[in-house]
């Protein structure tokens, strides 16, 4: 069983960073491409950044760009998200998720909500203003 754990949320001043992580309970992590999603209250849960399976390749959504960096350590089996110039509009729950691949070809990186496997409980950040 497949089990991800986000930790690092807390209520920040605008302009502050933020580094949030997701430690996965598996034997192969970098057989998992791994994702950070955010939902704010009132609103669908949107995807935020990703990561591929080697770390080589990551996409983020347009309104984090420049601000949020996504890693992985593979040793330690975690994914991080560093957020920089928090905004109020960064407030959200966020989640990450995982996605297994063994197969000889993969997608490098997995962008859609429904492609991922296994999801954490989330993490909340509260950006004030």
């Known amino acids: 069983q497949v089990q991800l754990v986000e930790s690092g949320g807390r209520l920040v001043q605008a302009g502050d960073s933020l580094r949030l992580s997701c430690e996965a309970s598996v034997r192969r992590f970098s057989n998992f491409a791994m994702g950070w999603f955010r939902q704010a209250p009132g609103k669908e849960r949107e995807f935020v950044a990703a990561?591929?399976?080697?770390?080589?390749?990551?996409h983020y959504t347009d309104s984090v760009k420049g601000r949020f960096t996504i890693s992985r350590d593979d040793a330690k089996r975690t994914v991080y998200l560093q957020m920089n110039s928090l905004k109020a509009e960064d407030t959200a729950t966020y989640y990450c998720?995982?996605?297994?691949?063994?197969?000889?070809?993969?997608?490098?990186?997995?962008?859609?909500?429904?492609?991922?496997?296994?999801w954490g409980q989330g993490t909340q950040v509260t950006v004030s203003s």
């Open positions: 990561i591929s399976r080697s770390g080589g390749s990551t």
């Open positions: 998720a995982a996605d297994i691949c063994v197969a000889v070809e993969c997608a490098p990186l997995v962008l859609r909500e429904y492609e991922y496997d296994y």
